[in-house]
């Protein structure tokens, strides 16, 4: 069964830094295209970071300059550096990956994992 496993949420002062991790379980798989997403009490589900599976990487607005996307292809894990974290980052962060194997491609969803920003 594939699963996309997310990790590295918490709580954190404003300026601060988390790294988001989104693993892929299981065996022979490969993770390709890649979002992060956030979703914030009341409002709706936004893209926030994308990577291609060249590596071509876009990020919305409000996080450009202070938010990285990445991947891991050996470890099949992609990642999202936050830094400068501001209160309105606050929400749960979800991945969604394009997960690949012989003869396989589906998109899945993370978990989500909750960030917090304090003032």
């Known amino acids: 069964q594939v699963q996309l496993v997310e990790s590295g949420g918490g709580l954190v002062q404003a300026g601060g830094s988390l790294r988001l991790s989104c693993a892929a379980s299981g065996s022979g798989l490969s993770i390709n295209d890649m979002g992060w997403y956030r979703q914030a009490p009341g409002k709706q589900r936004d893209l926030v970071a994308f990577?291609?599976?060249?590596?071509?990487?876009s990020y919305a607005d409000s996080v450009k300059g202070r938010f990285t996307i990445s991947r891991d292809n050996a470890k099949n894990t992609g990642y999202l550096q936050m830094d400068s974290l501001k209160p309105e980052d606050t929400a749960v962060y979800y991945c969604?990956?394009?997960?690949?194997?012989?003869?396989?491609?589906?998109?899945?969803w993370g978990q989500g994992t909750q960030v917090t920003v304090s003032s």
């Open positions: 990577i291609g599976s060249g590596g071509t990487t």
């Open positions: 969604n990956a394009l997960v690949t194997s012989i003869g396989y491609a589906k998109y899945y």
